[in-house]
């Protein structure tokens, strides 16, 4: 926090905008925090085509950057102390279900934090202010900008009142956890092809079949996986390019 406090220092006097300290208190009373810098807040909720049409050099870009690795400690610290019987695998899929995308949107949208973004002209009329990818881009630049401004203690509490609190059910959905799902949407959300699932391999009896599958995207295999039934083994294969994500596309987040 010290190093980051002096980078911020001289940002101390930013003024906002006058929409911004008009909406001031109402958007702090959602939120449950009061910013010492409400210039950081403006930042949090600007959509890079803002920035770029009224001229703007910052976006929430970089606090989402941020708040992405705020979040995984807080969930992680979490699940870790509250979950001491439990291991490294069955954890990570628990802080999965709680950081994925499409459930931090829902967060966003629990909260109406649509209302506040700022987007350009073009965006609003495409309908991009209740998108889920910006409202989850969203919810972790916020976590950004209360951790900057407040320290890791506010930043830790936001996110167990408004992200893990709001899925106490988290560790029921993990049998039906949908990582097939979850890879579309990831593939949908950076424009990629959709993921092709092929079997390559059945052992067993025909009254009780073991299928190997494996997974592609773009042309190149990226997962394998196992099971009883194909539904099952498309999930592993799924779950196993989820896991493996950064190795077959680096620049692709």
Same mark, same amino acid.
């Given at each position: 926090m010290g190093f980051l406090g002096k980078i911020f220092r001289r940002k101390e006097k930013v003024k906002v905008s006058e929409t911004?300290?008009?909406?001031?208190?109402?958007?702090?009373?959602?939120?449950?925090? =009061?910013?010492?810098?409400?210039?950081?807040?403006? +930042?949090?909720?600007? /959509?890079?085509?803002f920035a770029s049409q009224n001229n703007i050099r910052y976006s929430?870009? +970089?606090?989402?950057?941020?708040?992405?690795?705020?979040l995984q400690l807080v969930v992680s610290d979490y699940l870790f102390k509250t979950h001491l019987h439990l291991n490294?695998?069955?954890?990570?899929?628990y802080r999965t279900i709680l950081v994925n995308g499409s459930y931090l949107a829902e967060c966003a949208t629990r909260l109406d934090l649509g209302r506040w973004i700022l987007l350009s002209k073009s965006s609003r009329r495409g309908g991009k202010r209740d998108n889920d990818s910006i409202m989850a881009d969203v919810i972790e630049s916020l976590i950004a900008a209360i951790y900057i401004d407040g320290g890791y203690e506010p930043a830790a509490r936001w996110v167990k009142t408004h992200v893990i609190a709001g899925k106490p059910d988290y560790a029921e959905e993990l049998g039906s956890f949908n990582h097939k799902g979850?890879?579309?949407?990831?593939?949908? +959300?950076?424009?990629?092809?959709?993921?092709?699932?092929?079997?390559?391999?059945?052992?067993g009896p025909d009254h009780d079949p073991f299928y190997m599958i494996q997974v592609s995207i773009d042309g190149s295999i990226v997962g394998f996986?196992?099971? +009883?039934?194909?539904?099952?083994?498309?999930? /592993?294969? =799924?779950?196993?390019?989820?896991?493996?994500?950064?190795?077959f596309f680096p620049n692709k987040n």
């Open positions: 911004l300290a008009k909406n001031l208190s109402a958007i702090e009373k959602i939120l449950g925090y =009061s910013f010492k810098k409400p210039h950081l807040l403006e +930042r949090a909720l600007t /959509h890079s085509s929430y870009e +970089r606090l989402e950057f941020l708040g992405d690795a705020v490294e695998g069955t954890l990570t899929k979850q890879l579309a949407e990831k593939c949908q +959300r950076l424009k990629m092809g959709n993921p092709v699932y092929e079997v390559t391999k059945t052992t996986g196992e099971g +009883r039934n194909k539904k099952e083994a498309s999930q /592993h294969a =799924s779950e196993d390019t989820l896991k493996n994500w950064d190795v």
